[in-house]
Each structure stands twice: as C-alpha cells, then as structure tokens.
Nanobody, 114 residues
Framework: QVQLVDSGGGLVQVGGSLRLSCTASGLTFGSYAMGWYRQAPGKERELVADISSGGSTYYTDSVKGRFTISRDNAKNTVYLQMDSLKPEDTAVYYC????????WGQGTQVTVSS
C-alpha cells in the first residue's frame, strides 16, 4: 500500500532553519506531483509549496524566498528547506502526493518560538 512518512519537524527559534523530508513507498514516485501543506491551530490546511513530476515549483507568497522544495526521485523523497523561520510558520506540515489519487503523510510539527 502507499505510505508517505513525514519527518524533520521540531522546535526552532525565529530566524532558524529546518529541513522537512517525506519519503514515499508503494507508488511510482517520479510520476507524482508532490506538495507540502500546513495547518495551524484553528486554521484550514493550506498549500505551502509543490513540485511537479517535471520539477516545476510553486510557492505561496508568504514563503517565497525563504522555503525551497526539492525532490530526489532516486530516494522517493521530497524535501522542504525552511529558512528564516517566523512564528507564523508554526503548524503541522503534511506532504501530499497527487496524480489520479491523493495520498497524505502523517504530518510533522514545526514550532517557531520567539
């Protein structure tokens, strides 16, 4: 069965960095678009960044210039490098694989303290 495992979250101070990873199994990883979403307490889940099977990327405005999404198809893994973190980046971060079907990771908590 398909499984996405999110990791790399943690507690970091304002201005710090974290690198999230999402490793997939049970699917043809290279043919899927991969995205990172986040959900803060009391808010809806929102798209943060995504990367197509061809490597095209998209970022929501609030993270442009600070976050970088990348993928390693040989390792079935998508990454989210997060720099210059702000308190408003605090959320549970989820990866998502999309093609015909959607698959979600279990989420990883990111907390940015001031």
């Amino acid at each position: 069965q398909v499984q996405l495992v999110d990791s790399g979250g943690g507690l970091v101070q304002v201005g710090g960095s974290l690198r999230l990873s999402c490793t997939a199994s049970g699917l043809t990883f290279g043919s899927y678009a991969m995205g990172w979403y986040r959900q803060a307490p009391g808010k809806e889940r929102e798209l943060v960044a995504d990367i197509s099977s061809g490597g095209s990327t998209y970022y929501t405005d609030s993270v442009k210039g600070r976050f970088t999404i990348s993928r390693d198809n040989a390792k079935n893994t998508v990454y989210l490098q997060m720099d210059s973190l702000k308190p408003e980046d605090t959320a549970v971060y989820y990866c998502r694989a999309s093609r015909v079907h959607l698959y979600w990771g279990q989420g990883t908590q990111v907390t940015v303290s001031s």
